[in-house]
């Protein structure tokens, strides 16, 4: 039996198309890249993937206006070990409230030079599967594909946004997420996004998007480990206080106020 094009069952979608309907998203803050992506925004309850050339080249100013909306309706936003302490006044100033702000830095073991990494994606999936969180933005530069589907199942059990920052060589290599953006620098606040994967056409040309004048990587690079007086408090909400006393190392936070 022939099936038309024009009849397809809700869960496929033409490949010369952007799919629609394959779950919810959330506006990106920029129409021009909403126009881009499968459903208008960014997916939630899936994986997206960002490939900056370098660190603090504009990947955190691309996702402030989904943050901001984010936190102030009292969504938590995750951040796992950014390579760089964000800039407070700078996030408040972009419209996220603080309040509603976690950074996570993973605990290192005695005279360690640097988190270990599985630790952050340990972090990164608890936080997921919360199911308190409201997005979940995690620095997984050396993460291989296997641990990549463990957090995009994570993900697809929850109603979070969930970026994961990788190196631009991990582009050789497959990834679960079902969006994959490469991002490149352009003259003066400008920055170039290439679509590598999404659920749809191929795009040949970057997208070029000019990003607000926030600069929330202002901090020097994160070379140590600070533990919060009040760590309990991400545990509180995350509701995972019991996995977190499990945790064989445990967990530092920085609540960001």
Excluded at 115 to 131: G, M, V
Excluded at 196 to 205: D, E, V, W
Excluded at 233 to 253: E, F, K, V
Aim: aromatic fraction near 4%.
């Amino acid at each position: 039996m022939s099936l038309s094009m024009q009849n397809l069952p809700p869960g496929l979608w033409r490949a010369s198309e952007l799919a629609q309907g394959q779950g919810p998203v959330r506006a990106t803050g920029f129409v021009e890249l909403d126009q881009e992506l499968p459903g208008g925004g960014w997916p939630a309850g899936a994986l997206a993937e960002l490939l900056p050339t370098h660190a603090g080249i504009g990947e955190l100013r691309l996702l402030l206006p989904a943050l901001a909306t984010l936190t102030r309706v009292g969504k938590p936003v995750v951040m796992i070990a950014p390579p760089y302490l964000p800039y407070a006044p700078a996030l408040a100033g972009a419209g996220v409230d603080l309040r509603h702000l976690v950074l996570v830095h993973a605990r290192a073991p005695s005279g360690a030079t640097a988190p270990p990494a599985a630790d952050d994606l340990w972090a990164a999936e608890q936080a997921l599967k919360s199911a308190s969180c409201g997005a979940v933005l995690a620095w997984l530069p050396q993460a291989r594909a296997d641990q990549l589907r463990r957090l995009q199942l994570a993900a697809a059990g929850s109603d979070a946004l969930a970026w994961v920052v990788r190196q631009p060589q991990a582009l050789a290599s497959s990834s679960p997420a079902p969006l994959r953006l490469a991002l490149e620098p352009a003259p003066g606040s400008g920055l170039l996004i290439h679509f590598h994967k999404r659920r749809g056409p191929a795009r040949g040309m970057p997208l070029r998007l000019d990003l607000p004048a926030h600069h929330p990587k202002l901090g020097p690079p994160r070379s140590d480990t600070v533990l919060s007086p009040d760590s309990g408090g991400l545990y509180a909400l995350l509701d995972c206080t019991a996995l977190a006393l499990a945790h064989p190392r445990g967990l530092s936070t920085d609540l960001a106020a």
